[in-house]
């Protein structure tokens, strides 16, 4: 299995310094404000599309993205919140290097980076599946609106 990791090099995290890590924390902050904002747009289309869907199958298609939107949704605010917090202590680790055991924080750092990347796998494969059931409710719906005028 394929990890997606921000780090330049497989030790960075050990060799880095606190001003380093906290360069890359931002970076990571910034991106998961990036796709709160995707996600946001990924519930706006959802809802733009449901007033459209007259099948059941196309309702039942929707409810589960939109359940796993919901999922994704939630790991991005818990990611956000930890980042911020690791923010903080990098913060203090900067002004006062001895405030937490280094080997300890380093982890927590690694950690922190590895749920960012399953959060991303996760994410893409949110924002692919409701592309391809947008496409595909939009052209079965138009095909049922077309025969239904057709008939009028």
């Known amino acids: 299995m394929s990890i997606f990791r921000n780090r330049p090099q497989d030790n960075y995290i050990n060799e880095a310094n606190w001003q380093e890590l906290y360069t890359l924390t931002e970076h990571w902050k910034s991106d998961l404000l990036f796709y709160k904002d995707d996600l946001r747009f990924l519930h706006q289309l959802i809802k733009k599309y ?4 007259s099948k059941k199958e196309n309702l039942d298609l929707v409810k589960e993205i939109e359940v796993s939107l919901l999922e994704v949704d939630h790991q991005c605010t818990s990611l956000l919140e930890r980042t911020t917090k690791h923010l903080h202590h990098l913060t203090e ?5 001895f ?3 280094s080997h300890k924080f380093r982890t927590e750092h690694g950690v922190l980076e590895d749920d960012l990347s399953k959060f991303v796998k996760d994410f893409r494969k949110n924002r692919k599946e409701v592309f391809s059931i947008t496409e595909y409710i ?9 025969y239904t005028d057709l008939a009028d």
């Open 50 to 53: 449901l007033v459209w869907i």
């Open 93 to 97: 680790l900067i002004e006062n290097p």
């Open 99 to 101: 405030a937490y055991d």
């Open 138 to 146: 939009i052209d079965g719906e138009q095909l049922v609106r077309h």
